[in-house]
């Protein structure tokens, strides 16, 4: 039972710390304010409205009971109600109303209908509280004639409850305005801190992050940023080892093909050359993924421009269907380096490589597909694993290290987004990229 209301709240509660905080100081300061009018209004106004308009109704019966009895007198009778009590004092035998003037869901009007159906009976009064700003009108009926009172709207109900409702909402809403301002103030460290982590996460540079905010945020801000300089310290070595590891290797090769070249026996040299092209390709791989580590600014990449250079490059092997304009932010030599990666393997394993751009909501979606052999499915997860070869399956004649596809799933999951691999229309191997914008 508690698990499913617990559930239930954090189904309807908001997501976002800063609405969180807000309900935290909003919700008591409302609530307080509802059981502070409804009490007054409750216990006050109303038992007030209705002694004010059990009075008054009071005075209508003894007005109607002293004109029973005294007829004679009446000029006298109205002007003395009309300079003590404000009451307009009319009769007449005017036929009575059909039509209520009452108002339905009016506290003044109905408590006015309870005095006066308890005193004159269902059917013998009439009166309208919207008719006159400041006055309400009643009528009477007497005998064969019609009592016509218009007295002041302060004798039926109290002028205050607007002064209190107005007095006990302002401040509230002072206070919450003065509350949104703190917490904006609260939540915009977090908020940057939040920004900060997701760029970081994606592989870019956080140079001019700042902690700022409450102590806590502070703390978290600077441990955040001493870690996000370790792991880049870390890379950025990394990289250089790798990098000069294979420049420095690049020598002694250099040398040995200069060597076998002057080799007579030809054969000998063949083979060895062979041996060595195999090493040069193995640094090149080498110093391809150092490079992916390498700093590259973050900016608006249009998706179709990008694809349509790698098409130019690619001639006729290469057929690309992108119909919209996607623009989404990322790294351009980094995704142009792992969409080239995947369509020349593509192009190397089979003959033709068509890739097709599909927009959703908010996901950008490439589907990158070729004729060739194709890969296992029980395959799929190593693949993406450095130095993984799967040369059988493939191709027996293709040699490599086997950093490409960890490679392309680097640079896309540092942009946001996945890499999924399946079995292709042309029964070759399908690659499925998402990339968010």
Not at 244 to 273: C, E, F, V, W, Y
Not at 280 to 287: G, H, P, R, V
Not at 289 to 316: G, P, R, V, W, Y
Request: charged residues 25%.
């Amino acid at each position: 039972m508690f698990y499913g209301l617990n559930k239930f709240i954090k189904v309807i509660l908001p997501k976002r710390l800063f609405y969180r905080a807000l309900i935290i100081v909003a919700a008591p300061t409302i609530i307080l304010q509802l059981i502070i009018t409804i009490v007054f209004y409750d216990s006050i106004w109303i038992k007030a409205n209705k002694n004010t308009t059990r009075a008054l109704v009071a005075q209508l019966k003894t007005i109607e009971e002293i004109y029973k009895n005294d007829k004679k007198n009446l000029d006298f009778f109205t002007d003395s109600y009309k300079n003590n009590f404000n009451f307009e004092i009319g009769i007449n035998q005017d036929s009575f109303p059909e039509i209520s003037g009452e108002r339905k869901f009016s506290p003044m009007d109905r408590s006015l209908r309870r005095e006066l159906k308890s005193t004159f009976g269902s059917n013998n009064y009439w009166f309208s509280t919207s008719k006159f700003k400041n006055a309400v009108e009643i009528k009477i009926k007497s005998e064969n004639e019609v009592i016509e009172f218009i007295v002041p709207k302060e004798l039926v109900s109290t002028s205050s409850v607007r002064l209190f409702v107005l007095w006990t909402t302002l401040p509230s809403i002072v206070l919450i305005i003065i509350a949104l301002i703190f917490l904006k103030n609260q939540t915009k460290p977090l908020v940057r801190l939040a920004k900060a982590a997701e760029r970081f996460g994606k592989g870019d540079y956080v140079n001019d992050f700042r902690p700022s905010g409450a102590q806590e945020i502070r703390k978290a801000a600077y441990e955040f940023d001493r870690m996000a300089k370790r792991i880049n310290r870390h890379l950025n070595q990394r990289s250089e080892m790798l990098s000069g590891i294979s420049h420095d290797l690049r020598t002694p090769l250099t040398r040995l093909k200069l060597q076998l070249a002057m080799l007579k026996q030809k054969d000998l040299s063949k083979n060895m050359s062979k041996d060595i092209d195999e090493m040069e390709k193995m640094l090149n791989d080498y110093l391809q993924f150092a490079k992916t580590q390498t700093h590259e600014t973050t900016t608006n990449i249009n998706l179709k421009i990008l694809l349509d250079k790698i098409e130019i490059d690619s001639k006729e092997k290469l057929k690309i269907n992108c119909a919209e304009n996607i623009t989404l932010k990322g790294r351009p030599l980094a995704l142009k380096r792992s969409f080239e990666n995947i369509i020349q393997n593509g192009l190397i394993y089979g003959e033709n490589v068509h890739v097709e751009v599909q927009k959703g909501t908010n996901r950008a979606t490439v589907l990158i597909e070729d004729d060739g052999p194709g890969i296992p499915e029980d395959q799929f997860k190593n693949v993406f694993k450095p130095f993984f070869r799967l040369d059988k399956s493939r191709s027996l004649n293709k040699s490599g290290v086997g950093l490409g596809l960890a490679i392309v799933e680097d640079i896309i999951n540092s942009h946001g987004g996945n890499i999924q691999l399946g079995k292709s229309r042309f029964n070759g191997l399908m690659v499925k990229v998402s990339l968010p914008f």
